[in-house]
């Protein structure tokens, strides 16, 4: 069984930050890419950023130079700071771990549960 525990979401005014963070726990051999993404009502969900065990960070256009996404690899844990935030950014966002939990599994894709960020006056 795998784990994946959001934190971090809430209700900010345009042009504020907030911090998402996920741990994720359980059997666990090799997490390979980490990221986030979001969907907003009536919309499909988007890539906002991911993170790769080896290389660079990709991030969607709408949110470059905006948003950081980190790792601490230890800790099994993928963070996404958020700053100068726009009401458009208003979304569910998810994690999603590409992770191996044994040597005899294949990689397999797993979510978070989805934190609610709403930016609004």
């Known amino acids: 069984q795998v784990q994946l525990v959001e934190s971090g979401g809430g209700l900010v005014q345009p042009g504020g930050s907030l911090r998402l963070s996920c741990a994720a726990s359980g059997s666990i051999f090799t997490i390979n890419t980490m990221g986030w993404y979001r969907q907003a009502p009536g919309k499909q969900r988007e890539l906002v950023a991911t993170?790769?065990?080896?290389?660079?960070?990709n991030y969607a256009d709408s949110v470059k130079g905006r948003f950081t996404v980190s790792r601490d690899n230890p800790k099994n844990t993928v963070s996404l700071q958020m700053n100068s935030l726009r009401p458009d950014d208003t979304a569910v966002y998810y994690c999603?771990?590409?992770?191996?939990?044994?040597?005899?599994?294949?990689?397999?894709?797993?979510w978070g549960q989805g934190t609610q960020v709403t930016v609004s006056s």
């Open positions: 993170i790769p065990n080896k290389g660079h960070t």
């Open positions: 999603s771990l590409s992770m191996r939990q044994s040597p005899w599994h294949s990689a397999n894709n797993f």
